[in-house]
Antibody, heavy 129, light 113 residues
Framework: QVQLHQRGAGLLKPAKTLSLTCAVS????????WSWIRQSPGKGLEWIGD???????NYNPSLKSRVTISIDTSKYEFYLKLKSVTAADTGTYYC???????????????????????WGQGTPVAVSS | DIVMTQSPDSLAVSLGERATITCQSS????????????LAWYQQRPGLPPKLLMYWASTRESGVPDRFSGGGTGTDFTLTISSLQAEDVALYYCQQYYSDPWTFGQGTKVEIK
């Protein structure tokens, strides 16, 4: 059973960059989406964005200007960077594996996300001066 | 963004009784080309990450007990626990994946009466 293990600093000062790593136990990158999701009392669950093994990314427009998600398949890891953090970025951050459906659309295969089935343990992040 | 609204915010049900949570989306989640509803349900127990219960609105994830069932189509969906067990005390969330950004409902807290 695949496991996701998160690491990274959980206490930041405003205007700094949040950096988190998610390690995938079996390196099964090619068949799934790899996501970051956060949870806060004020905003509930919020999808931050995702990446696939070839490096294509998709970000939440509300965070797009500050977010970078990247992947290193040789290390079995993917990463989150969120720059210029404020108190509004306080919450618990999760990495997650997204189930992927492949369907032919004309001459191309389209990939569709249909749920996050494996989650990391969560990293509490606090932004405070 | 598609807005997901759950009701009620909290629900207290006796052990062995039925619990039903509703989720409404601000636009249809039914994709006409494949007749699938792009909706998932999650359970989150205290101190743990969410756990996927259901996808395509009514397909149970592997290992999820069959007392959990999902229904609905278009903009109105339900998650039903047919016979509430003590381990079902949790927060429950719906999530749409019809159009990005994927969005979640605000959550429904299920407790024992």
């Amino acid at each position: 059973q695949v496991q996701l293990h998160q690491r990274g600093a959980g206490l930041l000062k405003p205007a700094k960059t949040l950096s988190l790593t998610c390690a995938v136990s079996d390196g099964s990158f090619s068949d799934y989406f790899w996501s970051w999701i956060r949870q806060s009392p004020g905003k509930g669950l919020e999808w931050i964005g995702d990446i696939v093994h070839r490096g294509s990314t998709n970000y939440n427009p509300s965070l797009k200007s500050r977010v970078t998600i990247s992947i290193d398949t040789s290390k079995y890891e993917f990463y989150l960077k969120l720059k210029s953090v404020t108190a509004a970025d306080t919450g618990t951050y999760y990495c997650a594996r997204g189930k992927r459906l492949a369907e032919w659309s004309g001459d191309f295969i389209q990939y569709y996300f249909f749920g996050s089935d494996v989650w990391g343990q969560g990293t509490p992040v606090a932004v405070s001066s | 963004d598609i807005v997901m609204t759950q009701s009620p915010d909290s629900l207290a049900v006796s052990l062995g009784e039925r619990a039903t949570i509703t989720c409404q989306s601000s636009q249809s989640l039914l994709y006409s080309s494949n007749n699938k509803n792009y909706l998932a349900w999650y359970q989150q127990r205290p101190g743990l990450p969410p756990k996927l219960l259901m996808y395509w609105a009514s397909t149970r994830e592997s290992g999820v007990p069959d007392r959990f069932s999902g229904g609905g189509t278009g903009t109105d969906f339900t998650l039903t626990i047919s016979s509430l067990q003590a381990e079902d005390v949790a927060l429950y969330y719906c999530q749409q994946y019809y159009s990005d950004p994927w969005t979640f409902g605000q959550g429904t807290k299920v407790e024992i009466k």
